[in-house]
């Protein structure tokens, strides 16, 4: 996007001004200013912007517009308000978050604070979304969108671990294949703590372009491997990360029968790992990690994990605390 210039009206406003905002790296996003409001504008990338080699679909936006439009009738409190898809151009606009009040989860975590109450409120709201995409209807509108989050997250989070660390190709396989075989609802994707928005109590969920028809285990693990991440990296509060990590499994599984936690926590057990070394050694490792003793560190806990016989949740935070 040249200064964003391909869009010079807005809802017939004409825009004032606008601000490249800072985002992740499938997208570019931009706060405009017209003469009546402000909005969020956010289109998607093909080439991503990250070291390797990594393209994906544009049509991925519409997806990410269709995740928000459908969460809203479960948490509209949860998530933006929308204006407008163009699927000409691939993108939309959505409301715009003072950042003088709105903070990243990632932000804050990395300001050393952490609210239970706000960990309870994620949980409560994926454990919604969910339960309440779980039918056909929502599996015919967002299966068309398997092909990017195959692209954005299978291939390039597992497959290409299994590229890099080659003796873990097996345990790869059988991730993918369970991730298919227990495909039962919508999947937001890239459920990260960057992806959260939060201001006091009040949570907005945004970055939904990966979201398809899946394992929900996959937002699961994807949202407390950065709990498990991050407490390796932030001493001083290492513990109040791992008890969230806890808590925050606790608070989803109170709605699930014995059989299902059962079902859920085999494929936590086996995925999380992977994912682990997926952020040192994937298409997308995180940026904030730049030490190679502290890389080094999270490849030995995921391979203790993968060769300890591990039997729940605690045994998993016992082994990346020891």
């Known amino acids: 996007m040249k200064k964003a210039l391909w869009l010079k009206y807005f809802k017939n406003e004409k825009i004032t001004s606008y601000k490249k905002l800072k985002g992740g790296v499938s997208s570019e996003v931009y706060k405009i200013k017209t003469s009546k409001n402000i909005y969020c504008i956010k289109r998607s990338l093909k080439k991503l912007l990250v070291k390797k080699d990594w393209y994906a679909d544009t049509s991925r936006i519409k997806y990410e517009y269709l995740w928000l439009k459908h969460c809203k009738n479960f948490i509209p409190n949860s998530v933006p308000k929308l204006y407008y898809y163009n699927d ?24 050393r604070l952490i609210n239970k109450d706000v960990i309870k409120k994620i949980s409560l709201d994926l454990q919604t979304i969910h339960l309440k995409s779980a039918n056909i209807p929502t ?3 967002f299966s068309n969108n398997n092909k990017n989050f195959y692209d954005l997250r299978l291939d390039a989070y597992f497959n290409e671990i299994g590229r890099v660390h080659v003796n873990l190709q097996n345990h790869v396989r059988l991730i993918n294949k369970n991730y298919y075989k227990f495909s039962t609802t919508l999947v937001h994707g890239d459920f ?36 498990l991440i991050k407490s390796l990296i932030i001493p001083e509060i290492k513990e ?83």
């Open 88 to 111: 000409k151009e691939k993108y939309f606009s959505l409301e715009y978050f003072d950042e003088r009040k709105f903070r990243t989860l990632k932000e804050l975590f990395f300001k």
């Open 139 to 141: 599996k015919k509108i």
């Open 192 to 227: 990260s703590p960057k992806n959260i928005l939060v201001n006091n109590k009040t949570i907005k969920i945004i970055d939904a372009e990966t979201c398809n028809f899946g394992d929900p285990v996959f937002d699961l693990v994807f949202f407390t491997n950065h709990l």
């Open 240 to 322: 109040k990360l791992l008890e969230s990590y806890l808590y925050f499994y606790n608070i989803y599984f109170s709605n699930l029968k014995n059989n299902e936690i059962e079902s859920y926590l085999k494929r936590i057990i086996k995925m999380t790992p992977i994912m682990l070394l997926a952020r040192v050694d994937g298409k997308s490792p995180v940026e904030y990690i730049h030490k190679k003793n502290i890389k080094d560190k999270i490849r030995q806990k995921s391979m203790q994990l993968i060769n300890t016989r591990i039997k729940n949740l605690k045994d998993i935070v016992k082994i990346i605390n020891d």
